[in-house]
């Protein structure tokens, strides 16, 4: 529940409320605004009940949260929440742009790519360490040394990193080498790992399940800030259909539903929601004119050599068009390009 405290309440009153909530084994927050405070009650609804909070002086309403998720709900935040990773802002009127390879395959390949981004004013590199494939024979990574390479790209270009965490025990190394932990589509439900990148402080970009509905896609974000990381940005991928034209269905109702529901960050994956290069440009434009904080796309100096997903990968000759391209798209949403 949420509990709005009368305009001339005291942080005093509002630890009062704070502590009977913990008291009965709830979780207890604490929302201080610039007129009033906000506090928050999650828990079981049978004890929520006990609370009795109408009978406190300083209490001006008590309202229910009715959706299943409740941190990353509107009804408990109504605004926007901005997502700092490496010092770059995600949301609040930006719209971030994330481009690199899908796998780290050596030090020439990340470095040139990463140069290459870093001419159009990119803010944000991506890269594989560790690859869950459907295939046991596919690439799966460099590992620790993909990590090392990342943070050496970090350092040289001033490019803060994104990669993906597909193993719970991997955190903590992680943590030492990248400035946001990427969870894929295959792992949005794996809930120990959910967890696990929850314990940690660093962002995290979780992306849509290929068959997880919207709700399923914010219980899981639910799981990482209930662990103790607010830290979290939705990245749309697409989704898997009947349609076979296209890799995925890339869903941008989802983005506009998602922006109405939550106060996170919203991106959207062209690359994976397509597989289709020529849909990338079109598609990116699509994302900012429907919403969206931003976008992640991959890029490789020569993908007819990439060790995975090359076939999607955009050229510096098609990275420059679309940073072109989209420019006006931003600028017509409002947002400033990252």
Known sequence: MIIVLKPQATEADANEILDKIASLGLKPLYM?????????????ERVLKQLHLDAYPMVDQIKPVLSPYKLVSRELQAHDSVISIGGIKVGGGN??????????????????????????QVSLLRGGAFKPRTSPYSFQGLGEEGLQLLKAAKEKF????????????????????IDCFQIGARNMQNFRLLEAVGKQQKPVLLKRGMSATIEELLLAAEYIINAGNP??????????????????TLDLNAVAYLKEKTHLPVLVDPSHGTGVKSL??????AAA???????????????????SDGHQALTAEDFA????????FVQAAGKTLR
Request: glycine share 6%; with cysteine; charged share 25%.
């Open 289 to 307: 004119a429907v919403g969206a904080d931003g976008i992640i796309v991959e890029a490789h100096m020569n993908p007819k050599e990439a060790l």
């Open 231 to 248: 830290n979290v940005i939705l990245c749309e991928r697409g989704i898997r259909t009947f349609e076979t034209a296209t890799r995925n």
């Open 321 to 328: 068009k679309l940073m072109a391209d989209i420019k006006p």
């Open 280 to 285: 990338i440009n079109p598609l990116s434009r």
């Open 95 to 120: 719209f971030t742009i994330i481009a690199g390879p899908c796998s780290v395959e050596s030090e020439e390949q990340l470095f040139s790519v990463a140069d290459m981004i870093k001419t159009h």
């Open 158 to 177: 001033q490019l803060p990193t994104v990669s993906e965490i597909i193993d719970p025990s991997d955190a903590d190394l992680m943590a030492q080498y």
């Open 32 to 44: 201080p605004g610039v007129e009033r405070t906000v506090l928050g009650a999650l828990g079981d």
